[in-house]
């Protein structure tokens, strides 16, 4: 699989292909590469197959073009996260932590797609690395790194701790249908983000502290959406 980012053909066709961009990023988030054909595609875009294939050689292309649509998801993550700069390490983890679910909420696919490539592995995985997630990540791990240096957190391997962060965070949102089904709750509604978000932030955030931070210096946390 190439590297490089698609370049889409400009001018005539270019809402085409941004419903099926739209698309095929739902569908390879939800049933994955291999389960996804072009065919479904076309379908779910409300186009042709000839007018998929004047936009999109193959479906390897498609998916490295889904797949950038998502970099404006971790460009407005990157763009919110540049307000808490100033702060200390801890600090702007918890920030970067609150931003990671609100986007997740507002993004599912981003999630989605990170938990079925970082299983498979492979070539998809590399490309994700190399153009959308691997700046990001390196700086929450550089900012884990520092927290734990400061003796803030606790010293278990950085790496593992973001990933793990990560992954318990967008595990509601992922398995939504699953909560739906067994239990008959939408975690998406105002009142059960802002449970996910505290227990994120409490229980699991709170919890690697190496000194857990009394009540009230945790209510002075910035409200969502802002900087500490």
Do not use: C
Request: neutral net charge; aromatic residues 4%.
């Amino acid at each position: 699989m190439a590297t490089q980012p698609t370049t889409l053909t400009p001018g005539k066709g270019e809402r085409t292909a941004t419903r099926v961009r739209e698309a095929a990023l739902e569908l390879f988030s939800r049933l994955g590469f291999e389960r996804t054909t072009m065919g479904d595609i076309a379908v779910a875009a409300g186009v042709s197959q000839p007018a998929l294939h004047y936009h999109f050689q193959d479906k390897a292309q498609l998916w490295r073009a889904a797949m950038l649509q998502l970099r404006a998801v971790i460009a407005e993550e990157e763009q919110l996260m540049e307000a808490s700069t100033g702060a200390g390490p801890l600090d702007q983890l918890r920030t970067a932590l609150r931003l990671f679910l609100q986007i997740s909420w507002k993004h599912p696919a981003l999630g989605r797609i990170v938990a079925l490539e970082g299983m498979a592995g492979g070539e998809r995985l590399d490309w994700l690395h190399a153009h959308l997630l691997g700046p990001r990540n390196q700086r929450l791990v550089d900012l884990a790194r520092a927290a734990i240096a400061a003796g803030e957190l606790k010293p278990f391997p950085p790496e593992q701790l973001i990933i793990t962060l990560q992954a318990a965070g967008a595990g509601v949102i992922n398995l939504s249908p699953l909560m739906k089904t067994s239990f008959g709750i939408d975690p998406s509604t105002p009142t059960a983000r802002a449970a996910h978000e505290a227990m994120m932030l409490d229980a699991f955030l709170g919890g690697l502290l190496a000194q857990p931070q009394s009540p009230a210096r945790r209510q002075t946390a910035p409200a969502s959406g802002e900087a500490p």
